[in-house]
């Protein structure tokens, strides 16, 4: 699977958007980007996942780039139950392959 | 519809015992997959079992063990317990024969190994 770099840490103000990039500039043609993120203790909840086209679910927004080498994760309006380590994977489906955790991206939203 | 269920919630264990964790799978779904969360860490990838079988791991030792049974649900075991083994263990689930695998994890059992 292709290796994604994501900032250490962002902060965002509550009610605001929350825009959270991943780079994935190794990734080839059949491989998904899949975001989760994991709130304090608890196990990593699915957020969303797309191959090229931008996608939307009641939680978040993705949005890929045309060559498919960075993505961005949008929550629309934050609010402090999302502060949360947000993982970006990018994985072939269908695969059973495992899911490789890197660092994340750890948002604190602020009030 | 219940998601994915792990027990017991907390285990305190000595060095050398065994453990058994349990999943139980989301609704409809198959296939359960096994990760360890090291404090500070991000989740690592133990095994996935599929048909009662194990069909991928990751890089654990072999005391590291698993079982899944008819109704999908599944267990970790863990023998000869060592200090480093204390982590957060997580299970997912996933449908295998669906267009999309995604996975969806339990809460997590926290082991403590004294």
């Known amino acids: 699977d292709a290796k994604t770099t994501q900032p250490t840490s962002m902060d965002c103000a509550e009610g605001r958007a929350a825009n959270l990039p991943c780079n994935h500039s190794?990734?080839?043609?059949?491989?998904?980007v899949y975001w989760y993120r994991q709130i304090h203790s608890q196990g990593p909840q699915y957020i969303i996942h797309?191959?090229?086209n931008n996608e939307t679910n009641e939680m978040a927004s993705l949005i890929i780039t045309e060559d498919r080498k960075s993505s961005t994760l949008i929550l629309p309006h934050a609010t402090l139950r999302d502060t949360a380590v947000y993982y970006c994977?990018?994985?072939?489906?269908?695969?059973?392959?495992?899911?490789?955790f890197g660092k994340g991206t750890s948002l604190l939203v602020t009030p | 519809d219940a998601g994915v269920t792990q027990s017991p919630t907390h285990l305190i264990k000595t060095r050398g015992q065994q453990v058994t964790l349990r999943c139980s799978p989301k609704?409809?779904?198959?296939?359960v997959s096994w990760y360890q969360q090291a404090l500070g860490q991000g989740p690592q990838f133990i095994f996935q079992?599929?048909?009662?079988?194990?069909?991928q791991r990751g890089n654990f030792p072999d005391r590291f063990s698993g079982h899944q049974f008819p109704n999908y649900s599944s267990e970790l075991n863990v023998n000869a317990l060592l200090l480093g083994d204390s982590a957060l263990y997580l299970c997912?689930?996933?449908?295998?024969?669906?267009?999309?695998?995604?996975?969806?994890f339990g809460p997590g059992t926290r082991l403590l190994v004294l």
């Open positions: 997912a689930s996933s449908w295998t024969s669906g267009v999309q695998e995604t996975q969806y």
């Open positions: 190794t990734i080839s043609g059949n491989e998904y």
């Open positions: 797309g191959l090229k």
């Open positions: 994977i990018v994985r072939v489906t269908n695969s059973g392959y495992a899911l490789n």
């Open positions: 609704s409809g779904h198959d296939t």
């Open positions: 079992y599929y048909e009662e079988e194990e069909r």
